[in-house]
């Protein structure tokens, strides 16, 4: 197809341009309630590229009505959600390419050997907060739909292309743009897979568990009981709990993944003088859930394990369990799928590589696509998981090139191209 | 002696007074760096009852020079400490009776069912923080001292009543005192003893532990190195220690106590996202030090214990160790010590009950004079130390009227009471 040829042209004669939009986006620390500066440069290429655009910060008060709706914000107020549309002529399907804006803070910055929000360039990599999760993605997103808006084809279905808020604490930016009405015949998700196909993913819910003690001073500890003690017999049961979990994962696909759906305990706090035995602990986390398995299935294992633990302390007073903050639907997507399919086939034509299909240790707000919408999805996306979420976390550019010549491939596909009447124009593309 | 009757009788008529100076003192939440409104009222009342004042904010560049400062704070101001001084004619003995001015934070308010700054008082307990550590004491040296001076008993040598602040935090304000130049023949330092004679004390330091692990995204933690996980490892270690310290101490003053120099890890804190994997835990507590041991040697075995952990991760990424914010130096006095006699003979006199002589599960002010000053020390005084550092702290009031009879006859013994030439004025007494 001639036009496949044109898009990815353009894309290679634009990386420049694509380089220098993704370090913008970069050094805009966009973490939750501060996505607004992001946003506005989104909006800003949205709107040289001449696409539709839909900016509204999501209503709270709705989304609390949601029962998929997990947040810890109080409002939106200042965090746009943004949907730029590519009109179709009408007679093909339409297409939802979805990424977050959100990245997850920096951390100890004296960890990182470069500044987090810099977006230094080196050796062909991007360097800095939310370089690969995701806001590498969303540029190739934005430069596989300038290069098709450019080179002036002509699609048949829609394109929505969405940049959402919230997806690092569980998906209200998505779950809004749902309420809002959009929908799709297919959901591209490009966080980063590194080039891989992920048709699985888990689903992961947040939850804090209150480990009770009895206060002391420290010189007479033993007149006390101490919840950091306690916490560690908790802790051990949490990792019993992952392993038996882990141990019923079956699928294939899961093959070369150590631990399927992990649970990570991601913070701890408690106690509040050296000297004296504390009589709290709180511990914060993670639970992964199967891609099959029901959001509600996995909390109450959780909660069962917590109320049989095998301590005449902690039998007494057991801890306390709560779901907060942040909740990703686990989803699923058949191998033969026409999407999976579609994608496969250009990326092969792109690389001359054997994709690679897998399934995804974490989650996404494509779950939410999947089990509300019932629309299929896939992850794929430039950038390597290991790197989010880290210091010194990068991008590889050529990933990027890649992701937006395969997807700039597949939209063609899926949308289907109109004949065009007219001569192209080659100046438009240089 | 007639005048021990005096001031016992004097002790008894003004315990409802006595009472509304400790709900005062409870009321004014004296945590360290908040001294200054409870101070004044230790002020008001030596004012009262004539004595020699010397009010003054410790100057922490001198303090930095000794060897046993230590203090998390930048200055003193707004802190002072309290000397009151009831000069005697000459020819006896002098004491030092120290109290601290300072208190614990309350922690966790819920925990509490009363107010923790109400200073209320119920069936002959008075309830608050402070209440028992050491306002209670401190109110019995002020009643002991004024009953001595207002029955018109004349003592021989000189009393130094000292208000310190900082002891919960390592002993700052009796350092110095120390370094100001007060100097005596015998210190008494009521602490919440429950009426025992403590005549060892156990030493403590705090510290600190970073524990280091390596982050990652919750859903590939096992890409990362849990510092929480591996906190876990340096707690479990640090209870061995702990045990293996304990099991050298063999003096039977503690045979009743089950851990006589505890190690409490009272705080911890790691992790920054419930989905990542946590880089950092850091871990606060104190070191028990036995009454006989050098500070030094303790702070080397916890050292060495960090060093010799058996895992893989952290003998390649060491625990970090430091010492900061606190440090009670250990004490020790001979059972037939003059002092430690004076005292018992009184409390037997005054209750009809045998003395209790025992060694202190934790450390006070007293390891200073002993170490720093080479003056002999006892530690004695009412309340619970079970309560002290609790919620719902409170103090047995009688508890109070004990101590201070107790000391003001072991006052008229150790310093001398001069032969009065005039009759003694008994309105002065009602």
Not at 105 to 130: A, F, H, Q, T
Not at 160 to 181: D, H, P, W
Not at 187 to 195: C, R
């Amino acid at each position: 197809m001639q036009e496949k040829h044109k898009v990815k042209c353009y894309i290679r004669k634009h990386t420049q341009e694509a380089v220098v939009l993704l370090r913008r986006l970069v050094q805009e620390c966009s973490v939750s309630g501060s996505e607004s500066r992001a946003q506005a440069i989104v909006i800003e290429k949205l709107r040289e590229m001449g696409l539709d655009l839909d900016i509204w910060e999501p209503d709270i008060e709705e989304l609390k009505e949601h029962p998929y709706f997990i947040s810890a914000r109080e409002h939106f107020q200042g965090s746009p959600n943004v949907v730029g549309i590519l009109k179709g002529v009408g007679g093909g399907k339409s297409m939802i390419v979805n990424g977050h804006i959100d990245v997850v803070p920096e951390g100890d910055i004296r960890s990182w050997s470069i500044d987090p929000y810099g977006g230094e360039v080196k050796e062909g990599k991007l360097y800095g907060r939310g370089a690969t999760d995701m806001k590498g993605g969303n540029v190739a997103l934005l430069l596989a739909i300038e290069a098709i808006k450019n080179t002036g084809v002509t699609l048949k279905g829609d394109i929505y292309f969405q940049s959402v808020i919230e997806e690092e604490s569980g998906g209200a930016g998505t779950l809004a743009t749902i309420l809002r009405g959009y929908r799709a015949d297919g959901v591209i998700i490009p966080e980063p897979t590194n080039l891989k196909f992920f048709v699985k993913q888990q689903g992961s819910m947040w939850f804090r568990i209150k480990v009770k003690g009895k206060v002391a001073h420290g010189g007479t500890r033993y007149e006390g009981v101490s919840a950091i003690e306690k916490s560690m017999l908790v802790l051990k049961a949490i990792e019993q709990l992952e392993r038996r979990r882990n141990e019923q994962i079956q699928d294939p696909l899961y093959d070369g993944i150590p631990i399927p759906i992990p649970i990570n305990v991601g913070t701890i706090k408690g106690g509040t003088w050296p000297s004296s035995v504390a009589d709290l602990v709180i511990l914060e986390g993670r639970l992964g859930v199967a891609p099959n398995e029901k959001m509600e299935d996995a909390q109450a294992q959780l909660a069962k394990m917590l109320s049989q633990l095998q301590d005449e302390w902690l039998q007494v007073n057991p801890p306390e369990l709560e779901w907060f903050g942040a909740r990703w639907v686990p989803g699923t997507i058949e191998h033969n799928h026409p999407l999976v399919q579609t994608l496969i086939t250009n990326y092969a034509e792109v690389t001359s590589l054997a994709p690679i299909i897998e399934a995804a240790p974490w989650g996404t707000d494509g779950g939410l696509f999947t089990q509300v919408s019932g629309i299929p999805m896939i992850v794929f996306g430039p950038g390597e998981t290991k790197v989010a979420h880290y210091p010194d976390e990068y991008i590889d550019l050529e990933q990027i090139w890649i992701a937006a010549e395969t997807i700039a491939c597949a939209l063609l596909d899926w949308c289907g191209v109109q004949e065009s009447e007219g001569v192209y124009e080659s100046e438009h593309i240089l």
